[in-house]
C-alpha cells in the first residue's frame, strides 16, 4: 500500500498510541503529546497534510523521447491505461492518476519545444515567448530538458533559446535538469549494454555529458556517483540541477532511478511525497525515509534540550522514536500504524506476544543512553534515534534486521559524538 494523506488527520491518536510505549502517566499525555506536535508534527505538514501533486514542465525537441520519459518516471506506461487525460487542448496539461498510490502528477508537455525547427536551426522567438508563457502560466516546480546525443551536438541554438527563457521570466526559470535521452545510440553495432560493461560506450556517454556542462558554463561538476561518473553531473548551480543520461524505449530502463532521485531532491516538500509515491521506486521512497530519519533525529535533540516541568526525557523521546519506525514503515508500504512499529521492536527483542510491554520499549531504549536515568543530553538524543531509523529502514526495505548500535558511527559523523 501506499501513504494516505487523509489518514495523518489522525496522527493526534497515532501519538497517544505510540505514547503507550513510554512510561507515561495519562494525565501527563497531552503535555507530551503537545510537545511533539510543536517540535515534530508541524514539520511533517508540508509532506503529507498539504501534499499536492508535483507539476513537470517536460519539453525537448521532435524524437527526443520525452513521452516514454514520463511513461519510465511514472514507472508505468500511463498512456497506454487510459490514465493520461489532458485538462484543455490548449494547454496540453496531464493530470496523471495514481488513485492506488494515492497520488497525482501534473505534467505540461511544451508542445514541442523546438519540433518545427531544423536540428541546427535558429529558434524562432515567438517560439521562446509562447513558452514564457507557459511557465508563467503553470508555474512548474522542476522543468525538465530532454534532449537525444545528436541533438546535443548539433543544438547550441535550444541552450541559447533556454537562456534566452529565463531571461523573460521574473526570478528566472525553475529548476531545470537536463536529460541526456537515447544514449543506446552510442553502441556500435554487437557492443554490449549497459554502459558499465561497455568502457568506449561510457566514455562517449560521459563525453556528451561535459559537453553539456561546457556549453551550459557549469565549470564545478559533481558526479551523482562517485565511482560510475556515465551517471550524471549535478552542477553547482541555482538553476541548472544538472545533466542525467538515460534510456527508456522499453524496459529495463537505465539511469532513471536517479533522474528520478534528483528531481525529488529539488521539487518543493508538500510535493514530494505524491512524486515518489506514484512510482513506487525503492530508491526515492527510501531516500525519503532516510530524510525523515534525518529530521526527527535533530527534534530530538531540541526536545532533550527542553525543561519540561514534569515530564521526563524518555516520555517524550520514545514515542517520538515508536513514531519514526511507523513513518519509516510506512515508506516502504506498510501500514501507518502501532502494528508497524510492534512489528519491527518485537524483532528487537522488545514486544512479546502478551502486549505492547510499553515498559520494556521505554526501558530498552532508555538503556541505548549513557547514562539512563539522567538527563538526556541532545547528542545523545540526536544519535540513538538516528540509529533506530536506520536500523528500522534496513529492516522495513530489506526484510534484513540491523541492531541500532550497527549505525553509531553513521550517527555520529552527523550529530557528532555526543560521549
Not at 141 to 150: I, S
Not at 199 to 211: E, G, K, Q, R, Y
Not at 251 to 274: D, F, K, M, R
Amino acid at each position: 500500500m501506499a501513504i494516505d494523506p487523509e489518514k495523518y488527520a489522525t496522527l493526534r491518536d497515532l501519538l497517544f498510541d505510540a505514547i503507550d510505549f513510554a512510561p507515561t502517566s495519562d494525565d501527563r499525555k497531552e503535555q507530551v503529546v503537545d510537545v511533539l506536535f510543536e517540535y515534530v508534527i508541524a514539520d511533517l505538514e508540508p509532506l503529507i497534510d498539504e501534499s499536492r501533486p508535483p507539476r513537470l514542465y517536460i519539453f525537448g525537441r521532435s524524437g527526443a523521447g520525452k513521452s516514454s520519459l514520463i511513461n519510465a518516471l511514472a514507472n508505468r506506461h500511463v498512456a497506454d491505461v487510459g490514465a493520461v487525460e489532458p485538462e484543455t487542448v490548449e494547454s496540453e496539461k496531464y493530470h496523471v492518476q495514481f488513485p492506488d498510490r494515492y497520488a497525482n502528477w501534473d505534467v505540461v508537455d511544451s508542445r514541442g519545444l523546438f519540433e518545427s525547427v531544423p536540428a541546427s536551426g535558429e529558434v524562432p522567438d515567438w517560439t521562446v515567448e509562447k513558452l514564457a508563457q507557459d511557465l508563467e502560466q503553470y508555474r512548474p516546480d522542476v522543468a525538465v530538458h530532454v534532449m537525444t546525443p545528436g541533438q546535443v551536438r548539433a543544438g547550441e541554438q535550444d541552450f541559447e533559446a533556454v537562456g534566452d527563457l529565463s531571461d523573460r521570466l521574473p526570478g528566472g526559470l525553475p529548476p531545470l535538469v537536463y536529460c541526456l535521452n537515447k544514449v543506446d545510440s552510442h553502441v556500435a553495432p554487437g557492443g554490449d549494454w549497459p554502459p558499465e560493461t561497455n568502457d568506449a560506450l561510457a566514455s562517449d556517454i560521459v563525453d556528451n555529458l561535459d559537453f553539456v556542462a561546457g556549453l551550459l558554463d557549469e565549470g564545478t561538476r559533481t558526479p551523482f556517483d562517485q565511482s560510475a561518473p556515465v551517471r550524471g553531473y549535478r552542477f553547482d548551480s541555482e538553476q541548472h540541477i544538472g545533466v542525467f543520461p538515460t534510456y527508456v524505449r522499453e524496459e529495463p530502463y537505465w539511469n532513471v532511478e536517479t533522474l528520478a532521485e534528483l528531481i525529488g531532491e529539488h521539487l518543493p516538500e508538500e510535493a514530494v511525497l505524491q512524486f515518489a509515491q506514484a512510482q513506487r521506486r525503492e530508491s526515492v521512497m527510501r531516500s525519503m525515509a532516510r530524510k525523515q530519519t534525518r529530521r526527527l533525529s535533530a527534534a530530538a535533540g531540541t526536545i532533550a534540550g527542553l525543561d519540561v516541568s514534569g515530564v521526563s526525557d524518555i516520555m517524550v523521546l520514545t514515542p517520538l522514536q515508536v513514531l519514526l519506525v511507523m513513518l519509516v514503515g510506512s515508506f516502504s508500504c506498510e501500514e501507518l500504524s502501532v502494528a508497524t512499529a510492534k512489528d519491527y521492536f518485537t524483532q528487537l527483542g522488545v514486544v512479546g506476544s502478551a502486549g505492547l510491554g510499553a515498559r520494556k520499549v521505554a526501558g530498552t531504549l532508555t538503556g541505548m543512553f549513557p547514562g539512563a536515568g539522567q538527563a538526556i543530553n541532545a547528542g545523545v538524543a540526536s544519535v540513538t534515534t538516528y540509529t533506530i531509523g536506520r536500523s528500522a529502514e534496513t529492516y522495513f526495505f530489506t526484510d534484513e534486521f540491523v541492531r541500532p548500535n550497527e549505525y553509531l558511527t553513521e550517527a555520529r559523523r552527523l550529530f557528532g559524538d555526543p560521549s
